[in-house]
């Protein structure tokens, strides 16, 4: 854990990396009003400053650093929309550069061999189901569907697989039914399919690759907010008890710098937004 914390609490916020510096970009704060402000944290200093507004406020929407520019997906602010907006470390500045085929907030995104693939999340009338790719926010096509519809699952990509680890599929956000599957979608081929398990239904989760491991961070359960490490075995599709976070968190923004994860913010026990920093290197299972 850092000792430098996020000025103001979000949750539903976006998070990305460019070189050493980690972005907590939009998200709610603890009035649920969508946020403009983009933080940048630098680990190396344990600095935190507030750089730059996005153009539109929003939350629940997708952050992937192409270039030296950081590209937000979709959100909400008031109900979902179709922006793609590029923010701009060095000038602090965002421009909406885009507009995806049509409104999806709660979705995830990572970037495969140049391209952005944008998954999962909700139009504000139904769930999409469909997978858009693009290399620039501006032209999009669809390369394939998901398995199971869902909104809010944690992502992660090992080679040409994404991997989607569960989500809401019905329901209020925090009050619904969250999903308990694991989904590959194989950018290379275009098919989806369910490939594991977890051991409980989780939404809002965060996932990254740490060591060579695929590991899944907290989230949202029927009881509430988790601590929980889970680690998923892509060849096997087995999901083990890899650790704990030191506070059960929701909704934060996620960034992997070198062999370390940070997790900012976030919605933390009994729906409390939270300014806290953490810090994941190498977790050993019990």
Not at 202 to 210: E, K, N
Not at 215 to 238: H, K, N, Y
Request: proline share 5%.
């Amino acid at each position: 854990m850092l000792t430098a914390t996020v000025p103001a609490a979000r949750y539903r916020t976006m998070g990305a990396a460019i070189d050493d510096d980690m972005y907590l970009l939009g998200g709610l704060d603890v009035s649920g009003v969508s946020s403009a402000d983009v933080y940048r944290i630098s680990p190396a200093t344990e600095r935190v400053a507030l750089v730059g507004q996005l153009a539109v406020p929003t939350h629940g929407g997708a952050a992937v650093a192409l270039g030296k520019r950081i590209l937000i997906f979709g959100g909400a602010d008031f109900a979902p929309d179709d922006l793609v907006q590029a923010f701009d470390p060095a000038s602090g500045t965002t421009t909406v550069i885009g507009h995806m085929p049509s409104d999806r907030a709660d979705l995830v995104a990572v970037l495969v061999g140049g391209r952005v693939i944008l998954l999962a999340g909700f139009s504000g009338v139904a769930f999409v189901s469909e997978v858009w790719a693009t290399r620039d926010g501006r032209s999009f096509s669809v390369v394939g569907k998901l398995a199971e519809d869902v909104r809010y699952p944690a992502v992660a990509v090992v080679g040409s697989t994404i991997y989607l680890f569960g989500g809401l599929v019905a329901g209020g956000e925090y009050d619904g039914t969250y999903s308990t599957t694991v989904q590959s979608f194989d950018v290379a081929t275009g098919r989806s399919a369910v490939v594991g398990h977890l051991p409980s239904p989780l939404g809002h989760a965060r996932a990254a690759v740490l060591s060579g491991w695929v590991l899944v961070f907290g989230g949202w359960t029927p009881a509430g907010a988790s601590s929980l490490v889970w680690r998923f075995d892509p060849i096997t599709g087995a999901v083990t008890r890899a650790g704990t976070l030191p506070e059960a968190v929701a909704d934060e923004a996620i960034a992997a710098i070198g062999n370390r994860v940070y997790l900012a913010s976030g919605l933390g026990s009994a729906q409390q937004p939270l300014v806290r920093i953490g810090s994941l290197s190498v977790i050993a299972s019990p």
